[in-house]
């Protein structure tokens, strides 16, 4: 390396939270290619060492520990003359713990910095976990470039990008652990821009790639020059590892232009995110393959199609458990289904079991009429033998319900909510319809499933229906999709007023009902399997609502606060705030 240039690796990967040995053995093989490809300094994205997002598993001395003896085990060899590496790592320094990033180079841990913003909003919980970090200064590499080293949060405000750049830092690279969600990717560049406009200086945005439980993390990382031109985009849901080459020109660092990958965006991103969210909680977890029931209903073919682009058929078995409900139609559709997808498809009626329980309870239930007891005795026996198959043969049993179905709780518990992990857990009944649509046209690279219509037309067509009596709808217990999933959506992800809702054009009682609905199936979303995070708010670590809760909106209008009642709230220094 001259003073004038230098080549920066960045390898957007895939760790696994929990194994720092294997995460540190990844880093070798980065540093090792990045080497025979020229490169000074290899990077790798946020808490890389540990995995992202590690929870309260770093909180304890044993892991931090390993993860202290892996990086100093890391910095040891690059005394070999080879490339550096910028590792995202736990530090314990003073009794207290950071998230830190450290260059190692010349086998020792050159320098550290530390974590600055913590956010505990949303998915994110790091204020409880870590200490903030002080405003950094750069590292100097080499005697050759001053390095700043804002990490992910960091550059989602001014301070620390305005402080790196006064204090001398000549390039920021941002080393990240940003999860996917609609419409990020726009988001993280409109902040990346408006950093590189504030410093000018060019900037570098790493993230990481995969899944990790309910978190997508969905790569795109990019490269802004000064000008706030894109020089390098890396793709989005796979890994991969890119040389950037640096001129210094007239005193300021410039990135030669590389590639640029088209990402996916919309429902395609959508799509692929739930496909590496299942393969990598199946394959990280070591599960054999997959089992779930295909009823001939979108949903499980929708999760059916998303199983095996994420596996490959030869890891996915599909059952078909036909009650008296069950329609032929839907027979029929099930199976085309699993043919198209080239799965293992069974099939076991379930209408013996369940006359069996519903006798065994005659004593009991005498003189009540059929009700939804009943009805969800078919879904428990259902989940009773997808449970029994996936004890005997190790498959992990994919949960096949929508946001709609647990927003309002249109699921049985220990019936169609056995399983491990729910693919489509973050789409709405309408957003399941789309993907359906999508993936007959098209399909993610590195999809294992085959090309063309997997999902029947016959099936998208359909009235959707839980078949537990006879000629059921859903729309019988509740409001059409359309309807419900706007009402829903102002509800959870915008947390609007009924008042609102209603003045916006819905129907008051339909939206008193969902409200209702809402709220008394949170002790039903407790205990459903994690899925994959879509939106800005999921049905989990986004939205924590209390299960015992009297509080209900009951549609009034907004009260305007009093000030006349109020005294000394919001004072401060002797300055008056308004509300």
């Known amino acids: 390396m001259t003073a004038t240039s230098f080549r920066l690796a960045l390898a957007q990967s895939n760790p696994t939270v929990g194994d720092v040995a294997g995460n540190a053995d990844r880093v070798r093989a980065f540093r090792r290619r990045a080497g025979e490809a020229g490169a000074d300094l290899v990077m790798v994205p946020e808490l890389f060492l540990c995995g992202y997002p590690p929870e309260d598993l770093v909180l304890k001395p044993a892991f931090q520990d390993a993860c202290r003896k892996a990086c100093e085990a890391l910095a040891r060899e690059t005394g070999d003359g080879g490339p550096a590496v910028l590792l995202g790592l736990p530090w314990v320094e003073g009794g207290k713990l950071y998230n830190a990033c450290a260059l190692l180079d010349g086998g020792v841990i050159q320098a550290v910095r530390f974590k600055v913003a913590l956010p505990d909003y949303g998915v994110f919980d790091e204020a409880r976990l870590f200490s903030a970090g002080p405003l950094p200064g750069p590292v100097l590499f080499r005697d050759a470039v001053r390095l700043g080293l804002p990490i992910c949060e960091d550059i989602w405000s001014e301070e620390v990008a305005e402080c790196l750049a006064e204090t001398g830092a000549e390039i920021l690279l941002s080393p990240n652990g940003s999860p996917f969600r609609r419409g990020i990717s726009d988001e993280r560049m409109n902040v990346a821009v408006a950093r590189v406009v504030e410093t000018g200086l060019p900037l570098v945005y790493l993230n990481q790639v995969g899944g990790q439980d309910e978190l997508v993390f969905d790569g795109a990382s990019f490269v802004l020059d000064a000008n706030r031109n894109l020089t390098q985009q890396l793709p989005a849901f796979r890994e991969a590892m890119v040389m950037t080459d640096w001129l210094r020109e007239a005193g300021r660092w410039r990135c030669l232009p590389g590639e640029i990958a088209a990402i996916e965006t919309g429902d395609e991103a959508d799509y692929a995110a739930c496909v590496l969210g299942l393969r990598d909680y199946v394959d990280k977890i ?65 209408a013996g079991t369940v006359e069996a329980y519903r006798s065994a309870l005659a004593g009991l239930f005498a003189g009540r009429a059929p009700g939804v007891t009943q009805e969800n005795l078919q879904s428990r026996t259902r989940g009773t033998l997808l449970m029994a198959l996936s004890n005997t043969f190790g498959w992990m049993l994919v949960t096949t319900g929508n946001k709609s179905e647990m927003s309002c709780g249109y699921a049985t518990l220990y019936g169609d909510m056995n399983g491990g992990f729910n693919p489509i857990k973050d789409l709405y009944k309408t957003d399941v319809f789309r993907l359906a649509a999508l993936r007959n046209r098209w399909k993610p690279d590195g999809a294992r499933g085959p090309d063309g219509i997997v999902i029947p037309e016959a099936i998208l067509i359909r009235p959707p229906s839980a078949e537990l009596r006879e000629d059921q709808t859903d729309q019988d217990s509740l409001p059409p999709y359309e309807v419900l999933d706007a009402i829903l959506i ?25 409200e209702r609905l809402l709220h008394r199936a949170e002790y039903k979303r407790r205990q459903a399997a994690p899925g994959v995070k879509i939106t800005r708010r999921n049905l989990g670590r986004d939205r924590r609502y209390p299960i015992v809760n009297a509080f209900s909106d009951t549609g009034e209008a907004a009260h305007a606060p009093d000030p006349a009642l109020v005294r000394g709230v919001g004072r401060a220094g002797g300055e008056s705030f308004d509300f």
Do not use: K
């Not at 490959?312 to 199976?335: I, Y």
């Open 286 to 350: 070591g599960f054999p393959g997959v089992v779930l029931g295909l009823s001939g209903g979108i949903d499980s073919a929708l999760c059916a199609a998303i199983a095996v682009d994420a596996l490959g058929a030869d890891r996915v078995t599909c059952v078909m458990m036909p009650s008296r409900f069950t329609a032929p139609q839907s027979l029929a559709d099930a199976q085309a289904c699993a043919q198209a997808l080239g799965v293992r498809y069974e099939t076991i009626p379930i």
């Open 490 to 514: 102002a509800l959870i992800e915008r947390e609007e007023r009924v008042a609102d809702i209603i003045a916006a054009g819905h129907d008051r009682d339909t939206v008193l009902a969902v």
